[in-house]
């Protein structure tokens, strides 16, 4: 389990994205994180909540308390329109940031290189 | 972490959101669950617990972290939603009230009405008895006194005290002002004054000098200073009027030198409307003694405190100055001296007389703002209980109280503000009415204007009002019980049992409140009647009341004599005159002189001479004004020369007090004890001054030799229409001589009904107060018995199908709904038998507690709250009971 750096606004729509597929408590959008990406990436759950909150703040989340199956209280998160747009947008800005680095990384010797 | 949440913890949400709470309960969660997962993958309890907090890290951090976000969310969260609520609570009733359009109008006339009246009267006590003197340090200056005339030297003494830093006596004079190229000749009045004067006011001249103390004598008192305004009209106000002799007769001097003039804004203290416009220096020749002074006497001694002393101090060092004063001059001044000798604020002496009927006023119209509010309040409680079932639903779905409350009072604070601003407006058409402002009718009623203070009492009225009206029915309406009404759905029988007897009390209370102002009214209206119905002991009908003033220092010797018999003679030749006549005073006015007298057969008393009205008259004034002569004869012409023997008539008072049973002709009378004049006729009494006060015993002797008065009042009788002859009467007087100036001139009725300006006003007031009374009284009746009708409709319609007569059903109506109305007339006569006293002077010729005018006010209510029930009454009675039962 090492743990790995965040690049910033990666925990935001992460998040956000987790979210677009229906409303979960804080420990699930952590548990399905870490299971998703083969716990690759460990959720800091210390700056989980305050993202949360943070967030719900800025009006991308609304929060509703709900009894669980296991009949215990816990608050819920869930997308809202503005919380839908930004993740548009942030999902955009990461996929041209992936293809500017995989084009880097993936991409063919510079003539420059052969040199070296 | 692990402790078990306590359970009241849970309770303090049922305040609001708590964002304590909910990001332990938040992070509680997430421990638990990563617990439960932890143990699942094959964790021993404990470590996963371990394991769960070092993933979560600082959990103190974060808890901090996320209650300080919360609790500034909650906060933004709680303002924009206050701020938003009101907007929308106050669109929403904006709505409702445009919908419900008879009850907005209701509602604001009810308030307009209500508002309008108190700021109205208010407006006028702001005026009369807040408004500060326009002089510095105001509070400061007091007025002294035993009674209201001093000789110099008396005023004198007792102003020489240590709580005193300044002081001056103070007559009112008129001058002659001579005509000079474009300017006609003209009366002005003045104010005789000591130097001391403008260290008491505080204002200088604003152009030249103060008076000098050496100005008291004679000599050197040929001096005066002009008011702004004069100086302006008069002399253009040009700057080198300072050291001007201008003409100006009277109090001793034809010409005198101009040395001051006073700052713009400056308005001298004075009775009410008589603005002085000049400042002559009293004066007075020699050293003189409080009793060897015979000086004219000054009318006021207005003084300043000095620093730190209290007008408590200088009323104390006043009477203890004259209890002294008393004991040297035994025989000058008396007992009466010694009573009524003191000090009093300069504003309190002004309006004394006045505050205690206004506050009564202010008290009465009190009553009818209350009355006010508590229709209003009727007619929101009826409207609340229309709105339960929707009230209900709104509650049901989630609203609070407090919301549902605080919409009710937006909806009053809205009416409120509209209705206090149509008052204000109101009130301002209100003085107009009463012309308080033009009329001299109270002192200082000049000043009763729109003020920040006035526009401050409306709005302050109109909320207090808005709480007094909103807040017990919006209270009523959203009651614990609200949601029953929900499960009901259908109207009760009857009014619940607290709106039966808040119902009751309503009504109760309103019909005592109406018939103590009815009372009141009524009483000051029996009081004018009285007063009408007085005899002046004159005909004041078609007498034109003409004074004049010829300048006292060019008429002296006979001449006063001879030009006044030339203008009577002038007057009686003119077309529409029947005849004229002169007296030196208008009756029906303030202005007296009394002169002490001892009648033949008298044993001088052992302290000052007795003393009676005192007035000169020429031949023919008697006949011109209708007072009667009873006996003997009026004074001859032959009478008025300067060798004639001085003779005189007395009124018939006089006769009685002096001779009981004995005829008065022939005998003497010795005025001031020395000069004796010879009674040659008896004349009617003539209620002098005013119809409320009794005559007083009177002496009248011939214009002419020692008395040829240089100022007068002619006295017209004409033959219909005085005022027409007013121009013409003064072409005559101007063609007699320029340099005599016409003080005034008019119907010598209209004297007399400004004597009684004050009581017509009060009584006007509280009049069209109780007549709002009235109304509001009526309408508030019939508001409630058509609501506890309308609500006792199903239960008449049944007791009608089970047989009851429609005379049984009106009358059982009309008992249910004059019981409160009975009750509140007997609280009403009781409050009124003993609440007539606070009239007090107001009263004549009726008793405070009269029973006949006291029924008949209640009478008045009777009849008016009965029609109030008995319309409601008839149509319960006339309920079609079939129709009433389908409805059910």
């Not at chain 2, 000098?212 to 008069?234: C, F, K, Q």
């Not at chain 2, 004549?844 to 029930?869: E, H, Q, S, Y």
Request: with cysteine.
């Amino acid at each position: 389990m090492d743990d790995q750096q965040f690049l910033p606004g990666t925990l935001e729509v992460l998040v956000l994205k987790t979210l677009s597929w229906g409303a979960l408590h804080g420990y699930g959008i952590a548990a399905w994180l870490e299971e998703r990406t083969g716990n690759v990436l460990t959720i800091e759950e210390g700056s989980l909540y305050p993202a949360l909150h943070r967030m719900e703040r800025k009006g991308w989340l609304e929060a509703e308390w709900r009894i669980t199956e296991k009949k215990r209280r816990a608050k819920y998160y869930r997308l809202t329109a503005a919380g839908r747009a930004e993740l548009g947008r942030e999902e955009k800005a990461w996929a041209r940031f992936a293809v500017a680095v995989s084009s880097v990384l993936e991409g063919e010797a510079p003539a420059w290189a052969a040199q070296g | 972490m692990s402790d078990p949440i306590p359970v009241w913890r849970r309770y303090l949400r049922f305040f609001g959101p708590d964002p304590g709470a909910d990001v332990e309960d938040e992070l509680r969660f997430h421990l638990e669950e990563r617990i439960d997962a932890l143990v699942a993958g094959g964790l021993d309890r404990e470590t996963a617990r371990r394991e769960a907090e070092r993933r979560l890290g600082d959990v103190n951090g974060i808890r901090r972290e996320l209650t300080r976000m919360g609790q500034k969310a909650e906060r933004t969260r709680r303002h924009r939603e206050s701020a938003t609520g009101l907007v929308r609570d106050a669109s929403h009733a904006a709505r409702r009230l445009a919908k419900d359009r008879l009850f907005a109008a209701t509602a604001l006339a009810t308030l307009a009405l209500g508002v309008g009246a108190a700021v109205a009267m208010f407006t006028v006590v702001n005026g009369v008895m807040l408004r500060p003197l326009p002089y510095p340090a105001p509070e400061r200056l007091v007025r002294l006194s035993p009674g209201q005339n001093f000789n110099m030297a008396l005023a004198d003494e007792v102003s020489d005290v240590p709580a005193l830093s300044a002081s001056t006596g103070i007559s009112f004079w008129g001058l002659t002002l001579m005509g000079e190229a474009d300017h006609r000749t003209e009366f002005v009045d003045a104010q005789v004054v000591d130097a001391g004067y403008f260290d008491v006011f505080g204002v200088m001249p604003a152009l030249g000098r103060p008076f000098r103390p050496e100005e008291r004598t004679p000599a050197l008192s040929g001096v005066v200073i002009l008011t702004d305004g004069l100086w302006r009209t008069r002399f253009g106000g040009d700057p080198d009027v300072i050291g001007r002799r201008i003409r100006l007769d009277g109090y001793g001097h034809r010409v005198r030198e101009v040395v001051g003039v006073m700052p713009p804004g400056f308005r001298p203290w004075g009775r009410p409307g008589q603005e002085s416009r000049v400042l002559i220096p009293l004066n007075r020749p020699g050293p003189r003694t409080v009793a060897t002074d015979s000086t004219w006497y000054v009318n006021y001694v207005i003084a300043r405190l000095a620093p730190r002393a209290t007008v408590d101090a200088a009323a104390a060092q006043v009477r203890a100055r004259t209890d002294r004063l008393v004991e040297a001059y035994p025989g000058v001044l008396d007992e009466s001296t010694r009573a009524s000798a003191g000090a009093m604020g300069l504003l309190d002496s002004m309006v004394g007389d006045v505050r205690r009927t206004l506050l009564t006023l202010l008290a009465a119209v009190g009553v009818v703002v209350v009355l006010a509010c508590a229709n209003l309040a009727n007619l929101m409680l009826a409207r609340g209980e229309q709105r339960r079932q929707e009230l209900a639903v709104r509650a049901a779905l989630g609203a609070g109280r407090m919301r549902l409350v605080r919409e009710q009072l937006v909806e009053s604070f809205m009416l409120a503000a509209a209705g206090g601003a149509l008052g204000l407006g109101l009130s301002r058409a209100l003085l107009g009415a009463l012309r308080i402002t033009d009329a001299s009718v109270l002192p200082r009623s000049e000043l009763a204007a729109l003020d920040g203070r006035v526009v401050a009492f409306a709005f302050g009225l109109s909320l207090l009002a808005a709480l007094g009206f909103g807040l017990l029915p919006a209270l009523r309406a959203t009651r614990g019980d609200v949601r029953e009404d929900l499960g009901s759905g259908q109207r009760q029988l009857g009014r619940s049992r607290p709106g039966r007897r808040s119902g009751f009390a309503l009504v109760a209370s309103e019909v005592a409140l109406a018939t103590m102002l009815v009372a009141g009214a009524a009483l000051l209206l029996s009081s004018l009647r009285a007063l009408r119905s007085v005899d002046p002991g004159l005909d004041p009908s078609d007498v034109l009341a003409v004074e004049v003033a010829a300048p006292p220092a060019g008429y002296g010797g006979d001449r006063a004599r001879a030009f006044y018999a030339a203008l009577i003679e002038r007057l009686e030749a003119m077309p529409g005159v029947r005849r004229a006549g002169g007296i030196h005073l208008t009756p029906f006015t303030e202005s007296n002189w009394g002169f002490p007298y001892l009648a033949e057969g008298m044993e001088p008393p052992p302290g000052p001479l007795p003393s009676a009205n005192f007035r000169v008259v020429t031949p023919g004034y008697f006949e011109t004004v209708g007072q009667p002569v009873l006996s003997g004869r009026d004074i001859a012409s032959s009478d008025q020369s300067p060798d004639a023997a001085l003779v005189g008539l007395i009124n018939r008072r006089f006769a009685d007090e002096l001779w009981p049973g004995e005829d008065p002709l022939g005998r003497t009378i010795r005025l001031f004890g020395s000069t004796p004049f010879t009674i040659i006729g008896v004349v009617g009494d003539v209620h002098q001054h005013a119809l409320d006060r009794e005559p007083r015993p009177e002496m009248y002797l011939a214009h002419g030799g020692a008395w040829s008065l240089a100022a007068m009042v002619v006295m017209a009788e004409t033959e219909g229409g005085p005022a027409a002859l007013v121009p013409a009467v003064r072409a005559a007087v101007a063609e007699l001589d320029p340099d005599v100036a016409v003080v005034r001139a008019r119907p010598l009725h209209e004297v007399l009904g400004d004597s009684m300006v004050q009581r017509r006003f009060f009584a006007g007031v509280l009049t069209f107060f109780g007549v709002l009374a009235l109304a509001l009284g009526a309408v508030g009746v019939y508001g409630v018995m058509s609501y506890t009708m309308g609500a006792r409709r199903a239960e008449y319609g049944i007791r009608m199908a089970l047989g009851a007569r429609r005379e049984g059903v009106l009358r059982s109506a009309l008992s249910r709904g004059m019981a409160p109305v009975a009750a509140g007339l007997v609280l009403g006569v009781l409050a009124s038998l003993a609440g007539g006293r606070l009239l007090g002077s107001l009263l004549f010729g009726v008793r405070p507690g009269d029973p006949l005018t006291v029924a008949a006010a209640a009478g008045v209510l009777g009849i008016v709250a009965f029609t109030a029930v008995f319309i409601p009454a008839l149509r319960i009675a006339r309920v079609d009971a079939a129709r009433v039962l389908r409805a059910r």
